[in-house]
């Protein structure tokens, strides 16, 4: 019964009694507010909870029934003095919480002149953060004390921008916009780490590279448990391009800072994979400038394409967790496919079009059942094409 | 045909005295009855199977969690793909609140007790009320078969433009037609109780002489009918939108999206208060008769029921203080909803009051009474951070959410409905269910509760989003708890279940008043015949509390009254 998962989170409830077993970390500017108006709220509610408790458990004790109580003893039925008495406790207790509650909800619905915008996408299932010069991410990245803004509309159905850390949660409503705003307190652990180099990037790389060719061989044999060759890591990581190199780099930074990250979560029910549309929160340091964003080969462009826009549903790296939707992590070109009418196809480039500018042209069968369709996304004819290149070799870049 | 009347005869015996379960036979007898007493028991059984139907999904979503600790355990597979558990949720929701909760008081306990407890024969309108009863029944079948065989994935909120525009599911039409129907059975049952309370009160019976379950059953009537048609209008325009596609809610249409959050919480927050004042007014029943002793301040109890049933409409902005209304109106709105605090909070003096220099017997039916003041004291003060606007920021829409409506909804209602069917059994059937069985189900029942919802309060204040297939592995050891919890919450209403049954085979024979209760109803047999009462010995009434002429007989375990009820209160 004990798994590591319930093992590990047991610790954490046993950890958080010390101050933290009602509310995450406090990591926003919001935070602190809040947090004093609930603890506040909280105790009143355990006062009250317990006087009434206590006092019912002790009359039901003290004037049960027996042979010599059993009869109620004649008191008043009704005294205005008292029931108004303890009307007015209630009253003057409550005229407080509604204050505190006004107050901080001003100061969190207020927005600072100067913050930093970032405009925000809600779509099914997913995030799209876009910075001032351009710069889209799938996580939302800020700078460390200074006040940020996200301006919000969503492409479909209600979404909810949720970030626990910060004490924030605003809806995300077609047709409108809505904004929300935070300092974030403290940089994440790593997010702005340098850049791997030498030695160390060179060890992160053939970690990959073996990988790689363990899932190569897999593909051939799939009931084989095959190791990389020391040889053929060397071999690869020797004839690697200086580009490609640095691009292992980048994305090592990446996911770094992303494990590290706040967890952010769509709150308000949108269809069937609402409970996967997350993202992390990166908090850099004060002086951090979002990347200019730079155009890399069709297959690069595709691949953030497909990191943005597919990523939540179809997986590529073989050793995330699977999940029920069509997976890459083995590629798919030339696969065959069965189709929810029974047909079969062979994939080619024109199926990777058509599946996605017309996602209801051919279904593919599936434990998603017939009426879930792929999103139809937003894409222009050339980002279509970088998607389909990386489609094509979803693993690694093409030589 | 026969079956129904050879149980009955079985039961009862050939040779019992006539009363309304003997006094006609057969199925069909039933299905045309006009006896407000046998509408009421067909109500019961309809709404007994709805809760087994939410309750079904109940346990389903929380088997689903124990084994859904997101990515961590999502290769130990979960037993529910995203879809089935998003139409798991919604039937559980939308059959305990459409199904269960709004018509569980008022229209099975109050349609079998509202007109004896007046002193009445029947309601006013008999025939109206079996029309309500079809309707219901209509409804729910509508709405039962849309859940089952088209799917329903939006919530028992139906929130646009999620429902109307995009949602794959084809239940979404039918079971809102379902709900729209069922909304009709509402209202008509609400207009027969207003007039029968206003024209079939007992001779010496003034408005201040009724128990008070009838003024919260008054109050109740009074949302019904008001708050419905608001309803019913909402649901024809989301059907609207969503076959013909005129835009009203979806902005790829024109429309408007949270003004259907309007509209639906316009009807919906009061529809909070269709839940709980019956509950309410079960508790004052069960907390004076079983202290013996009359219910401390009569009168502000009864005007606290129309109070919250009027301020109730006035608070439904206080489920959308994120939804990107107006600072101003939320405010507005926050302020109206901490009034509302005020007599509910005072109720619950009022029932300690009561019990002050009581004589106090601890029966199942006061277990109950007992539990609904612990369980809705504890969900009213989890609604002050929801109220409060900065701190309901956070908790909106997380486990919290769902916590403190659990303890209010379903402790609350729940707990007065099952206080209620103890109170009422041996009026209902003549026959006393046994003391030991039934505590034992209360302890599993109560026990089960808390363990079920206490550590969703944790986790949601923690940040754990409700509606979510799959979580992160923090919040795992909390749902792990929470299922337990529901088990024997599930373990507890299969004992009560078997202890009802059984008691109606085996049960000892009920005494006319067997708790020492002073309201009409216990001046009846039990069960009472055809017409509640005794021709020849047409009720008379006074003061509902007056316990001071009530005597036990120990030697038959039934009280009787030595002299007529007072008129007059004795202070």
Redesign the interface.
Known sequence: ML????H???G??LANFGG?????EAESNHAS??DG??DF??Y??VF??VA??V??VW??WK???TAA???????????TG??LA??LP??VI??F??Y???????K??TIPANAYPIDVTGQ?WKWTFTHPNGYTSGNLDVPADKPVVLNMHSN???H?M?I??F?????V????Y?KLWFIAENPTKNADAPLLEGDKLDSFVREKIAAEIVQELKQKDPESNPTASEDEINARLASMKPEKKKQYAVDHQLEVAAKNGH?L????????????MLAKVIVHEPSWRAPKPVKGTPWQEGKKLFMINCSSCHRIDPSA????YPDFSQGIMGATHTMADGSSVKVDENYLHESIVNPAAKVRQG???S???MPLLPLNPQQVNELVTFLKSPQKEPE | MTTTQSSIDTIYGPDAEPNYLNAERGLWSWLTTLDHKRIGIMYLMGILGSFALGGFAAIMVRTEHLSSAATAAADQGTIMTPDTYNSMFTLHGAAMVFLFIIPGIPAALGNFILPVLLGAKDVAFPRLNLMSFYLWMGGAIFFVMALLMGGLDTGWTFYTPYSSGHSPFGGVVPAVFGAFVLGFSSILTAVNFLATMHTLRAPGMGWFEMPLFCWSLYATAVIQILATPVLAITLLLLIAERVLHVGIFDPALGGDPVLFQHFFWFYSHPAVYIMILPAMGVVSELIATYSHKEIFGYKFIAFSSLAIALLGFLVWGHHMFVSGQSALAGTIFSLITFTIAIPSAVKVFNWLATMYKGSIELTNGMLYGLSFIWVFSLGGLTGLPLATMVTDVHLHDTYFVVAHFHYVMVGGTVFAFLGGLHHWWPKMFGKMASRLGGFIAWVLIFGGFNLTFFPQFLMGSQGMPRRYWHYQPEFHVYHLISSIGAYIQLAGFITLAVVLLQSLIKGRKAAANPWGGTTLEWQTTSPPPHLNFDEANMPVAGNPYDYENIEHNADDDEYVRTRPQSTARSH
Not at chain 1, 167 to 171: C, L, P, S
């Open positions: 798994n590591p998962t319930l590990n989170s047991i954490a409830v933290r077993l009602v509310l995450p507010y809040y108006t609930f709220i909280n009143v509610t009250f909870f009434i408790i006092v019912m009359f039901v004037y049960r029934r109580n059993d009869r109620a003893a004649d008191v008043a039925s009704h005294n008292l029931e303890w009307s209630p009253l409550v005229v919480m509604f505190f509650g006004f107050s901080g909800y001003m969190m619905t099914k479909d159905v209600i909810s949720y626990p850390v004490r924030v949660k605003k809806d409503v077609p047709g409108r809505s967890q979560y769509c709150a308000e029910f949108c269809g069937q994979q609402h409970s996967v967790p699977p999940n029920i434990p998603w059942g009426n879930t369709l």
